[in-house]
């Protein structure tokens, strides 16, 4: 888990303060202090890399200028104990490069303060402590005056009241999750104390690079000695139960690497000597779970209580595939069939398929569509059919856009999974043996989340249909339940790509759902649709200007501007506000308090809703368009034809709708996309922004991002899938004795090791590994070639490393297996879903037979004939 430190504090002349002394100090920069007569120079400070003032709607430009600002704030104040500004400083997560970590001390700055009217001095520092480890974190000056274009007003009450650091505390770490998630970093943040996590050590004082380096020179830091009789403390607790060490690790994050856990551990022992107690405590724990390699060849752990997570949705998954309930007659199939066909749309073959595959018999359903093959279509026939056999149907997705996607193109009453746990929690609406859930956009849902829910539809006798792509976005929470649980079963693949409408755009869609981004962005490049421009702002303007131009030419059409960052969204929103300001489209601006700030609103405004709501029909992600607006009241026209009206002073959860976050529009179908690029954006969420469309989509990028359009391309095909517990094989967890109810008793860790523990033991479960490996690798070449496909570049490197892997433990192993596939493709299947031992025997069989060779090339060759179900 990365660290957490969020703490606040006022600067007043009662304690001898100064304004500008305290900017000059943070920002290493000289100022000079207009009321005291002098300079504050501390332009010699090291650390500081990046400094800015940032301005709410409506303050003077001249306050950019951090000498004017600060001086100004002490003119404004007259008492001798006046409190100047707020000073908040928060740790940045040191799992982030420094320019992520800019950004996101940026959009946080920008989202809880200045989007709420406050002016913001921040500066980041990347100090590097004693121990050689970056310590980065932000520095945050607040006014506490509300600001307008002729400088200060009023204090603001509000800004001090006592619980709003409780709320940033918590908004920080959500926001920063958010982040680390989206970068597929599998680390968290947590804003609780230690003990509401359930983690019995106690929080450790931060001491700041200036504090570890006057001690280094003698001098007693401030707080040291408490942090370090802490750290001691912590340390002994870690010695006497080393589960706590693992339960804190794992809070967050599914799997970890033996350098996770030494950095965990330095954090919270005193010295050399406790920490190498502590590392060989934990390393040798009953708790511990070792899982194998991972893709970069690094050694993977995790705890019981994860394994037992995804090992318990594991079995409920498989206690709902085993039960033969649920089944559909041909009759009222057919007669679902029929409706959809009289009203125009005619199932393709493929999509008939994947309508057999969900409502046959069996309590499991799975089914991994491109984006744009038509799922929500054919879950509406789906539907029909359920409902005529006396089911009750019911939608779930992560988002609310999502879930209004489901319902608004299939007709399945929906909601966020949130939503639904909250009311199974209060024994509301919960499910029964007549009803099927489908969880749409399943491969966003983490492991823990998707847990609970399949432990209630297990438990009630309902049916679960899943539906995903596990190519798009990743999961937000730890681990990679749809993708594993699609591998293990079986999943029906829709890959009939219909919501382009033009074939080039359709087959790019299908480059971005195999991998092959490079190709995608070539062919959009090609059709000058993938566009460079100087700057961010050159950009924003670009892609704002586009929605404009399409709005005149095609008003009837439906468009939504993407972009993957809050701050870019809000800046695209101020753009076209500007826009349909300046073309008369909008009418008298009203101020409107929302719990993002103060937004100026009129009626014609597109607007976004950010909180379910049952009694107006919104969830978070609504978007629609005012109608009426007063002091009070907001008449809203929603994008599915509704009319809602509430009191804007009570519903406060709003913002303009212009542009979304790519991340939100998963799931949504629309005529046109305008897209700008992130240097944020990997692989998974370009394949979703550029494959939203119906009839174009334009992506703009700058170049200070991105060079050219090489690096573009680069930068946009990053891969960052995550991975889940359940990739491994099993006989690592039954080596330790984990099964999804297993408990260890009082004595466990007394015992002696099995006799199967040891090096020979130790040296196996490697084979199996390695075996599992190159099954992986074999059956994605394969499944590639199958569809003729070039296969791609890293899948060939992945083949290659697992073949080599093999031979460097056996000579000759790896021509041995590819001849045992050849001759059984179904060991592929078995083996990637974590049963290796047949295809490691089989393997064995033919190398003492001689058969095989070194040549593994052929292999590719024979792929279409080998019959490997895709």
Known sequence: MAIYHFSAKVISRAKGSSAVAAAAYRSASRLQDERLDR???????????????MLPEGAPERWRDRETLWNEVEAREVRKDAQLAREVEFALPRELSQRDGVELARSFVQREFVGKGMVADLNVH??????????????VMLGLRSAGPEGFGGKVRDWNATDQLVAWREAWANHANRRLAELGIDTRIDARALKDQGIDLEPQNKIGASGARREIHGEAAERAEDHRAIARRNGERILAEPQ??????????????????????????DGKAQFDAALAKVRTSDEIVRLGRDGRGRARFTSREMMRVERGLERDADSLAERPGHRVSERDKAAALARSSAAGFDLSTAQRDALDHVTRRGDLGLLVGYAGTGKSALLGVAREAWEAQGYRVRGA????????????????????????????????????PRDVLVVDEAG?????????????????????????????????????????????????ELTEIRRQQIDWQRDATRQLATGRTVQALAAYAGAGAVRGHEDPGDAREAVVAGWWEAKQTAPESSQVMLAYTRDDVAALNSLARARMQGAGALGTDHRVETTRGARLLAEGERIVFLRNERELGVKNGTLGTVEQLSETRMAVRLD??????????????????????????????????????????????????????R?????????????????????????????????????????????????????????????????????????????QAFARAWRDMHRMQASGLEVLPHQQVAFDRAAGALDRARPGLAAGMDAALIREPSLAMAAARGRPEALMRAAERHVELGRGGPDLSRSLERGRDTGLER
């Open 397 to 432: 997705a992560l988002s609310g856009m999502a879930a209004e996607s489901l319902e608004g193109g299939s007709g399945i009453p929906s909601r966020t999974l949130a939503s639904l746990e909250h009311a199974w929690a209060r024994d509301r609406d919960t499910l029964g």
């Open 444 to 492: 966003l849902v983490g492991s823990r989340q998707l847990g609970r829910v399949m432990a209630q539809a297990q438990a009630a006798g309902a049916k679960v249909v899943m539906v995903g792509d596990a190519e798009q976005l990743q999961a937000i929470e730890a681990g990679a339940a749809f993708r594993a649980l699609a591998e293990r079963h079986g999943a029906y």
């Open 244 to 269: 706590i060490a693992l339960s804190a690790i794992t809070h967050q994050q599914a799997t970890f690497t033996d350098h996770d856990l030494a950095r965990f551990l330095h954090r919270h022992t």
């Open 39 to 53: 300079a504050h120079d501390f332009s010699a400070k090291a650390g500081v890399v990046h400094s800015e003032v």
């Open 640 to 693: 599915d034809g509704r009319r809602v009206a509430f009191d804007h002073n009570a519903y406060t959860d709003l913002d303009h709708g212009y542009a979304t976050t790519i991340h939100k529009s998963q799931g949504v179908t629309v005529d046109r996309a305008h897209v700008l690029a992130s240097g944020f954006m990997d692989r998974h969420a370009t394949y979703v922004a550029l494959s939203r469309h």
């Open 695 to 771: 009839e174009a989509v334009t992506l703009h990028y700058d170049r200070t991002t991105f060079a050219d359009d090489a690096a573009l391309a680069k930068g946009l095909a990053r891969e960052r899938a995550k991975d889940s517990t359940l990739d491994y094989p099993d006989l690592f967890a039954e080596r330790r004795g984990i099964g999804a109810n297993s408990t260890s008793g009082i004595f466990a860790q007394f015992r002696g090791a099995a006799p199967s523990e040891g090096p020979l033991r130790e040296a196996h479960q490697d084979d199996l590994a390695r075996t």
């Open 126 to 139: 990347w100090d590097v402590g004693a121990d050689g480890e970056a310590k980065p974190h932000a520095h």
